[in-house]
């Protein structure tokens, strides 16, 4: 029954969370697997909005298999200070190309390295996070050599439009 005086519930527009990753090989877009591992997405966004990425090297480069960042020593030694635990429940938990997942030296010392695939690895699954996937830019992936730079890493979030909303308007 409607009731004059309760407050209407409104609706939540849908968003999508995401980041920008700069480097001096090109632009990705990354979009993440805030359901799987929201731990480690909110770690990687505070160190993002805290400009920690910013002007970090690539300093793990495996051809075929992986490139590595994330380290403030430069040399795959540093880490935020801190550990996170490690999530991996869920069936996004699979490295396939594109995919971002945090590096660690044993299972829950993760802190702010991560790896992205450049084609699939198996021997990763049930071992390492994956928290995210590169959505555009794929093509300059193969392109990262030891020595390249992340520039900057911008988070964004932006509305959803629902797709029937769309489709009716003319």
Same mark, same amino acid.
């Given at each position: 029954?409607?009731?004059?005086?309760?407050?209407?519930?409104? @609706? @939540?527009?849908?968003?999508?969370?995401?980041?920008?990753?700069?480097?001096?090989? &090109?632009?990705?877009?990354?979009?993440?697997?805030?359901?799987?591992?929201?731990?480690?997405?909110?770690?990687?966004? $505070?160190?993002?909005?805290? #400009?920690?990425?910013?002007?970090?090297?690539?300093? $793990?480069? *495996?051809?075929?298999?992986?490139?590595?960042? #994330?380290?403030?020593?430069?040399?795959?030694?540093?880490?935020?200070?801190?550990?996170?635990? /490690?999530?991996?429940? +869920?069936?996004?938990?699979?490295?396939?190309? &594109?995919?971002?997942?945090?590096?660690? !030296? +044993? $299972?829950?010392? &993760?802190?702010?390295?991560?790896?992205? /695939?450049?084609?699939?690895?198996?021997?990763?699954?049930?071992? %390492?996070? /994956?928290?995210?996937?590169?959505?555009?830019?794929?093509? %300059?992936?193969?392109?990262?050599? *030891?020595?390249? !730079?992340?520039?900057?890493?911008?988070?964004? *979030?932006?509305?959803?439009?629902?797709?029937?909303?769309?489709?009716?308007?003319?």
């Amino acid at each position: 029954m409607f009731n004059p005086f309760k407050k209407p519930v409104e @609706e @939540e527009t849908p968003k999508r969370l995401y980041v920008r990753l700069l480097t001096s090989v &090109g632009e990705f877009e990354i979009d993440f697997f805030a359901d799987e591992a929201p731990s480690t997405v909110k770690n990687f966004i $505070r160190l993002a909005k805290a #400009g920690f990425y910013d002007g970090l090297k690539f300093h $793990r480069v *495996l051809a075929g298999v992986l490139v590595q960042t #994330g380290c403030p020593k430069g040399d795959g030694t540093g880490n935020p200070g801190y550990h996170i635990k /490690c999530e991996l429940g +869920g069936p996004k938990q699979q490295h396939e190309p &594109g995919v971002l997942s945090m590096a660690h !030296t +044993g $299972r829950d010392m &993760g802190g702010s390295q991560f790896f992205i /695939c450049l084609s699939r690895q198996v021997q990763f699954d049930g071992n %390492h996070t /994956c928290f995210g996937k590169i959505t555009k830019g794929l093509e %300059h992936l193969d392109q990262v050599a *030891l020595g390249d !730079t992340i520039l900057s890493v911008e988070v964004r *979030l932006e509305a959803i439009q629902a797709a029937s909303a769309v489709e009716g308007e003319n």
